[in-house]
């Protein structure tokens, strides 16, 4: 069982695109040190790229 990060909301935010240009420098930099984010990642991704298709497909901004 992987522990939880503090940063696991913003893995989130990071992969439906919304982290600023300066966080995601950082956040990259945290995934380098952090298993726990890297397999949240992976876990998540397929269902980023989900969220991020039906949003178009909703007409959304
Ligand atoms: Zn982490």
Known sequence: MVRRCSHAVDIAVYLLGGLPDAEVEAFARHLDGCPACRVEIEELAPV?????????????P
């Not at 980023?48 to 959304?60: E, K, N």
């Open 48 to 60: 980023a790229r989900l969220l991020i298709a039906s949003r178009s497909r909703l007409g959304g």
